[in-house]
């Protein structure tokens, strides 16, 4: 399939991410016949969980069905926000204001946490507190955003302020928007880079990681579970599940409880000299106030936009969705109409029925999942946590989302039948007065 947008070599189902940082093969040989801690996933959450108990001088091995990082971890936008998916005030309606503010502190914690981690661990993945700019799809949105500021300063300490439309290319080169919301302490880094970085620093340590090798079941014994895996079998003393949006049905309690989306995401070819400086002056990453959301970045050199969204209501073929990604792009920065596609790809992330994420123990398995498209931070950290609460460290281990109840709804199994109409309806919502 051709079209005048892709550039000659286009590369579909790769993320430009691997151009400079693909999910690198691990040539471990034989399995162990025990260790202390299983971990079923090898994306963020399972290699922060690795690195925090290697650290505790824990035996760990780390499988993924494919590479380590090869899922959302080297596919998302690198975007590092504080927001949760649902808004403080919503939270605040459905848990009280005190656990409300928790729950954003620890977003916000988060956001330290990965900083810290790049720091400490010295992980080269191009992070930068660039901000990020949140552009108000109606007039009614930019009072909304406007009302954040003093809860956001005030009562969590976040730097935030308003910029009226009038002065909105200021931040980016747009009229679509009605103004919008900065938050200067955002960040963003290299997805794959982060990804590879911690597969690295986890082999370092000591950690063994088994790519290719799914785990086909996990089942409690005596003294721990029998992991089989298709490389043959092992014992483990304990096991964390960090599948996130490709939970498959060998963890069919987990599974259910998991709506697993596609977003999908173009990066362009090197825009021509001058036209970055446009469009996206101060390199803020972007998002904006719509359901169906789409965000927005330079890349990390400053060359390239990567645009990812949401273009179809059913999980769609990325030759598909890139010439809509660019559409969507084009509502919004029109100067990007002649600027080519290289790259096209998606991922699963995983929702949960109270758009919160979940971290817990389930039959005795540690899990923690459910992140709604705001992992990049939140994996790392409640990767972090899952281990710690393993490790028996309750007051380090504890987080806000503890408790919080992982839902599911009757007859459903794992496949969201509904998703391709509540896509469609948020889209009408989403227009509808605009
Ligand atoms: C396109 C896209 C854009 C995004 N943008 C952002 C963003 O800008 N900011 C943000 O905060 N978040 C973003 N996210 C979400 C973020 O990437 C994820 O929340 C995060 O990476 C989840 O990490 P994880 O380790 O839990 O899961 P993943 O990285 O998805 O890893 C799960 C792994 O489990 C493996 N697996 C599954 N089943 C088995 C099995 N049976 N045996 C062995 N291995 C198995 C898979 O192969 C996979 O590698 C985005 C996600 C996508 C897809």
Known sequence: MTHPLFAPGIKFDEPYWWETA???EVMEAKLPARVDVAIVGGGYTGLSAALTLLGAGREVAVFDAERAGWGCSSRNGGQIGIKLRRSLDDLTRGFGRARAIAMVREKMESRAYVAHLVESERLDCDFTWCGRFV???RPEHYETLAAEVGPLENELGEECHMVPRSDQRSELGTDTYF?????????SLHP??????????????????FDATPVAAVVRNRDGFTVTTTRGKLEAGEVIVGTNGYTGDMFPDLHRRLIPIGSYVIATEPLPDGLMDQLMPKRRVTSDTRRVVHYYRPSPDGTRIVWGGRVAASETDCRVSAPRLHAAMCAILPEMRDVRIT???MGFVAYTFNHLPSVGVRDGIHYSMGYCGSGASMAPWLGHKVALKLLGKEKEGATAFDDVKFETRPLYTGTPWFLAGAVLWYRFLDQVGR
């Open 22 to 24: 693909s999910p690198p």
């Open 135 to 137: 552009g108000a799809y």
């Open 179 to 187: 103004g919008g919301q900065v938050l200067p302490r955002n960040a």
């Open 192 to 209: 794959g880079k982060l990804a590879a970085e911690l597969t690295r620093v986890v082999l370092a340590k000591g950690g063994r990681i």
């Open 343 to 345: 790259h096209s790809w």
